[in-house]
């Protein structure tokens, strides 16, 4: 799965610009987060359609980047993301975004997106958290 990071301008319309690329081409927004920060911002989405979104975007004009998620389960309890984001930290993994995914029981997913998926996959494979 990718998440596309998609730089917005920090003014009435923008998101329902974004929001009606996609839908006006049967693109379903699966997830999405976001913030502004003075005149600008950045909103992550995933899709049902990679290629579909790659395509709306580029034709609405948005200026964005696709990068694939990775998804880890944690417990949902204090300090669980910390432990995540720090061994991602330790071993040179910036993360780019994060996003709820789901909870289950006493765990919650978060698809992390960063600037090396393959080595974010190693290290979050092993940095689970349990209850």
Known sequence: ??????????KPGTLAKLADALGSKGI???????????????AAVVTSDDAGTRAAFGSA???FKELETVEANLAHKPGSLA????RLADAGVNIEAILPSGMTGGEVTVSFVTNNPAKARE????ATTRR
């Open 1 to 10: 799965m990718h998440a596309f990071l998609v730089d917005l301008d920090n």
């Open 28 to 42: 379903n927004i699966e997830n999405i987060a976001g913030a502004s920060c003075g005149d600008s911002g950045r």
């Open 61 to 63: 004009g948005f200026t």
């Open 83 to 86: 432990q995540a984001a720090r």
């Open 123 to 126: 290290i979050l494979a092993t």
